[in-house]
């Protein structure tokens, strides 16, 4: 089992930035790539960003390119996104998810967090 635990969301002004937290526990926890969907009211879950579990693989939807920054400290067995240049369209409730490859696809991660709300007002 592993445990996710997704922290940092909140609200901020359209061009403002956020960074997320996602704090993942259990034995094999460090095993996994992680990654990050979001999914807005009335939407369905949609992929933002992927790291794999050893090197610096990162994947992007074309979305959020140049503009967030998925990011792992090993030590601390935490992914980070950082989010600058936020726009309305970015408001969702972000998820974290754990995965045994760095894809875009969520039926292929094997564990979700929570989720953490971000709005982004314009």
């Known amino acids: 089992q592993v445990q996710l635990v997704e922290s940092g969301g909140g609200w901020v002004q359209a061009g403002g930035s956020l960074r997320l937290s996602c704090a993942a526990s259990?034995?094999?926890?460090?095993?996994?790539?992680l990654g990050w969907f979001r999914q807005a009211p009335g939407k369905e879950r949609q992929f933002v960003a992927t790291?794999?579990?050893?090197?610096?693989?990162?994947y992007y939807a074309d979305s959020v390119k140049g503009r967030f920054t998925i990011s792992r400290d090993y030590a601390k067995n935490t992914v980070y996104l950082q989010m600058n240049s936020l726009k309305p369209e970015d408001t969702a409730v972000y998820y974290c998810a754990a995965g045994m490859q760095p894809i875009g696809n969520s039926a292929r991660y094997d564990y979700w967090g929570r989720g953490t709300q971000v709005t982004v007002s314009s």
């Open positions: 259990g034995r094999t926890s460090s095993r996994y790539a």
């Open positions: 790291i794999a579990w050893t090197g610096p693989t990162t």
